[in-house]
């Protein structure tokens, strides 16, 4: 009785370690997709202000209606 108890500790044990290991694997590719989608949010920051930039040296046109309206 007492050796099949520990068998069962053991294999839970051995469940619970490998479940573990497979929630920080994950863990780590969802914060590597984290730090790549921050950095094109950030980038995609830069491409809209320097648009605007853009658009305002141009004449700003860009946020008149047109003269239909």
Do not use: F
Request: proline share 3%.
């Amino acid at each position: 009785m007492t050796e099949n108890r520990l068998v069962e500790i053991e294999i839970k044990l051995a469940r619970q370690e490998d479940l573990m290991d497979t929630l920080n694997q994950t863990i780590y590719r969802q914060q590597k997709k984290i730090d790549e989608l921050e950095a094109l949010c950030m980038a995609l920051a830069r491409h809209v202000q320097d648009v605007r930039q853009r658009a305002d040296e141009l004449g700003g046109a860009g946020d008149e209606k047109p003269p239909h309206y």
